[in-house]
């Protein structure tokens, strides 16, 4: 038993020993004569004597491992700062600033007056700095870079410098952790907003109603008046937009081309995919895809649904168009029984689910298809006037949608409750004083933006909403003989601001004419800080979410812009207008 012990305790020496690298020649020697008056005990008290000994041991070695781990955190610091002089991006923000350097933290979070002298001597800044001058340096010093507290700095240069030294997450020194955290990489992108106008992405074909990514932004779809859909592989857009604006494509110099059609044919992208529309009246009234890219619903003045296959799952881009038209597996019509003969169903939807669909139509119903039982379940009689759009609120959730109509309402529906309250609304929203266009969800369960025809965008918080058994005044449209389509809007329009507004902000600037214009809210990737909305005199307008201000007007197209969609992970941005053409906008340094 006595040599299991020695066995036992000899290994937890010999561990201690290879934790501590800074221990002296006494210590070993110490430990040398513990063992030997160990080894010289009676074996009765053995197991009381290994025991007294390890808490010993244990207790007398915790001060030196603090101060180890101490010594360890500013060894790191000042590796961390030796790597400022030899990296590349440290050289631009050396030479443009000055210095890195500790300072002792105040109450106003500033540097003093001091820092902000340039001094390119690192080394002397480090050495003249004695942590131990405090008991907790940790809470007394904060890093500062030029004078700034990089806790309440958010530029560029110092976000991607915190990245470097692997500030961006609390503790990181200690963990080497260099990578960015989802909020300073959401300050990056937010800063870069698409700008610049690269060109239309396919030739003219006619007055283009509905232009969407997917939702993973792999493919690019557009419907046209001239019945078509179309689908565009987006690696190929930016790939062909790159080579054009680098010039690595060339024409043909013997083929007779003028300039303009030159730079058409360099800048247009052929469609991966083209699905021609049936049984449509005027036009492609709305579409939408599915969340896995298998499926698209499009809607026109029809009393039917169609369902079509969008991307194959065996797509191969490296084939000709001609020999993927065998891949079209699914091309159905899907009938919602409306009871009119002058039905359209303005606003089509897919469930988060992929489930069920959802519909707002010209007779003031809601309509909700069965996918998978291929039948209407459900026809509400939701407002007094035509359902121009209709959207979910929770990206993860079919349960709750919300509605907007002519009459200058928006409703919130709960799909659990139908059954109990004979299809009533939850809740209503008033503040527009005319009909809502669009109605787009930002995804959370709780916010929402609307376009309407006062020449307004709201932003909207549905746990502000009047319960269904609330009286929810309305006031009467300014002007019940203008007609939005043809004329323009009434003066009085700018000036009637509603009594009950419920809504969180308003937006103006933007011209809600003509047709139903559709705005969203930016992509995660920015933090969603930003509203983007079409409009009549064929400018896109990008608006701040907190400050109502108009950040960037993008300019190219001659007529209404009535679609937009920004893609959930570049700076890209697509529109798509009555010209005929679906621009690309970029910002200057991403294609």
């Given at each position: 038993?006595?040599?299991?012990?020695?066995?036992?305790?000899?290994?937890?020496?010999?561990?201690?020993?290879?934790?501590?690298?800074?221990?002296?020649?006494?210590?070993?020697?110490?430990?040398?004569?513990?063992?030997?008056?160990?080894?010289?005990?009676?074996?009765?008290?053995?197991?009381?004597?290994?025991?007294?000994?390890?808490?010993?041991?244990?207790?007398?070695?915790?001060?030196?491992?603090?101060?180890?781990?101490?010594?360890?955190?500013?060894?790191?610091?000042?590796?961390?700062?030796?790597?400022l002089k030899t990296h590349d991006l440290s050289q631009t923000i050396l030479s443009h600033s000055?210095?890195?350097?500790?300072?002792?933290?105040?109450?106003?979070?500033?540097?003093?007056?001091?820092?902000?002298?340039?001094?390119?001597?690192?080394?002397?800044?480090?050495?003249?700095?004695?942590?131990?001058?405090?008991?907790?340096?940790?809470?007394?010093?904060?890093?500062?870079?030029?004078?700034?507290?990089?806790?309440?700095?958010?530029?560029?240069?110092?976000?991607?410098?915190?990245?470097?030294?692997?500030?961006?997450?609390?503790?990181?020194?200690?963990?080497?952790?260099?990578?960015?955290?989802?909020?300073?990489?959401?300050?990056?992108?937010?800063?870069?907003?698409?700008?610049?106008?690269?060109?239309?992405?396919?030739?003219?074909?006619?007055?283009?109603?509905?232009?969407?990514?997917?939702?993973?932004?792999?493919?690019?779809?557009?419907?046209?008046?001239?019945?078509?859909?179309?689908?565009?592989?987006?690696?190929?857009?930016?790939?062909?937009?790159?080579?054009?604006?680098?010039?690595?494509?060339?024409?043909?110099?013997?083929?007779?081309?003028?300039?303009?059609?030159?730079?058409?044919?360099?800048?247009?992208?052929?469609?991966?995919?083209?699905?021609?529309?049936?049984?449509?009246?005027?036009?492609?009234?709305?579409?939408?895809?599915?969340?896995?890219?298998?499926?698209?619903?499009?809607s026109s003045w029809s009393p039917y649904i169609h369902l079509a296959t969008c991307v194959p799952?065996?797509?191969?881009?490296?084939?000709?168009?001609?020999?993927?038209?065998?891949?079209?597996?699914?091309?159905?019509?899907?009938?919602?029984?409306?009871?009119?003969?002058?039905?359209?169903?303005?606003?089509?939807?897919?469930?988060?689910?992929?489930?069920?669909?959802?519909?707002?139509?010209?007779?003031?119903?809601?309509?909700?298809?069965?996918?998978?039982?291929?039948?209407?379940?459900?026809?509400?009689?939701?407002?007094?006037?035509?359902?121009?759009?209709?959207?979910?609120?929770?990206?993860?959730?079919?349960?709750?949608?919300?509605?907007?109509?002519?009459?200058?309402?928006?409703?919130?529906?709960d799909r659990r409750q139908f059954s109990t309250k004979k299809n009533k609304s939850i809740g209503?929203?008033?503040?527009?004083?005319?009909?809502?266009?669009?109605?787009?969800?930002?995804?959370?369960?709780?916010?929402?933006?609307?376009?309407?025809?006062?020449?307004?965008?709201?932003?909207?918080?549905?746990?502000?909403?009047?319960?269904?058994?609330?009286?929810?005044?309305?006031?009467?449209?300014?002007?019940?003989?203008?007609?939005?389509?043809?004329?323009?809007?009434?003066?009085?329009?700018?000036?009637?601001?509603?009594?009950?507004?419920?809504?969180?902000?308003?937006?103006?600037?933007?011209?809600?004419?003509?047709?139903?214009?559709?705005?969203?809210?930016?992509?995660?990737?920015?933090?969603?800080?930003?509203?983007?909305?079409?409009?009549?005199?064929?400018?896109?307008?990008?608006?701040?979410?907190?400050?109502?201000?108009?950040?960037?007007?993008?300019?190219?197209?001659?007529?209404?812009?009535?679609?937009?969609?920004?893609?959930?992970?570049?700076?890209?941005?697509?529109?798509?207008?009555?010209?005929?053409?679906?621009?690309?906008?970029?910002?200057?340094?991403?294609?």
């Amino acid at each position: 038993m006595r040599r299991i012990f020695e066995m036992y305790l000899r290994q937890y020496i010999n561990t201690l020993q290879r934790d501590d690298n800074n221990n002296d020649g006494s210590d070993e020697e110490y430990i040398d004569d513990e063992e030997e008056d160990y080894i010289e005990e009676d074996d009765d008290d053995e197991e009381e004597i290994i025991t007294n000994y390890i808490n010993n041991r244990i207790t007398s070695r915790r001060p030196r491992q603090d101060e180890e781990r101490e010594n360890h955190f500013h060894e790191q610091i000042k590796e961390k700062l030796q790597v400022l002089k030899t990296h590349d991006l440290s050289q631009t923000i050396l030479s443009h600033s000055g210095k890195f350097c500790c300072q002792p933290s105040d109450s106003n979070n500033n540097a003093t007056s001091s820092s902000l002298i340039p001094n390119n001597n690192i080394q002397e800044e480090q050495e003249s700095f004695n942590p131990e001058e405090t008991n907790d340096f940790r809470n007394e010093y904060k890093h500062f870079y030029c004078g700034v507290n990089y806790n309440n700095d958010n530029s560029l240069v110092h976000l991607l410098h915190k990245r470097m030294i692997g500030a961006n997450h609390p503790g990181s020194l200690h963990r080497n952790n260099c990578i960015s955290s989802k909020g300073c990489t959401t300050k990056i992108a937010s800063r870069y907003l698409p700008e610049r106008n690269v060109g239309p992405i396919d030739n003219a074909y006619a007055q283009v109603f509905c232009g969407q990514f997917t939702v993973d932004g792999k493919y690019f779809m557009s419907a046209s008046q001239d019945q078509v859909v179309r689908i565009y592989d987006v690696n190929t857009i930016l790939f062909k937009k790159n080579s054009s604006m680098d010039g690595n494509e060339s024409i043909n110099e013997d083929s007779m081309i003028d300039e303009d059609d030159e730079q058409s044919i360099v800048n247009t992208v052929k469609p991966i995919r083209e699905i021609q529309a049936r049984d449509v009246g005027w036009s492609i009234i709305d579409s939408h895809t599915s969340s896995d890219n298998k499926y698209l619903i499009y809607s026109s003045w029809s009393p039917y649904i169609h369902l079509a296959t969008c991307v194959p799952e065996d797509y191969d881009p490296n084939e000709l168009m001609e020999k993927r038209v065998k891949y079209i597996e699914k091309h159905e019509q899907l009938n919602l029984n409306p009871g009119n003969y002058r039905f359209c169903a303005f606003s089509v939807r897919f469930s988060p689910n992929g489930k069920e669909l959802l519909a707002g139509a010209n007779d003031s119903c809601l309509y909700i298809y069965d996918i998978e039982k291929n039948q209407r379940i459900e026809k509400i009689t939701a407002h007094n006037d035509d359902i121009n759009t209709v959207s979910y609120i929770d990206e993860f959730s079919s349960n709750v949608f919300c509605s907007g109509s002519d009459d200058g309402f928006c409703k919130i529906w709960d799909r659990r409750q139908f059954s109990t309250k004979k299809n009533k609304s939850i809740g209503t929203l008033v503040g527009h004083t005319d009909g809502i266009t669009c109605i787009s969800s930002k995804g959370d369960g709780r916010y929402f933006i609307s376009n309407g025809k006062d020449q307004t965008l709201k932003l909207w918080d549905i746990r502000k909403m009047k319960n269904a058994g609330e009286d929810v005044p309305q006031i009467p449209k300014t002007n019940s003989f203008w007609d939005y389509r043809y004329e323009n809007c009434p003066s009085r329009h700018s000036r009637v601001v509603h009594p009950n507004d419920m809504s969180l902000m308003t937006y103006t600037g933007h011209k809600v004419l003509q047709t139903l214009i559709r705005c969203y809210f930016s992509p995660q990737s920015t933090g969603q800080q930003y509203i983007v909305t079409g409009s009549q005199d064929g400018i896109v307008y990008i608006y701040d979410i907190i400050t109502a201000k108009i950040v960037k007007r993008l300019y190219g197209h001659t007529a209404v812009v009535r679609d937009v969609s920004w893609h959930p992970h570049l700076p890209v941005l697509f529109s798509s207008s009555w010209d005929g053409n679906c621009l690309m906008f970029a910002h200057s340094n991403s294609v």
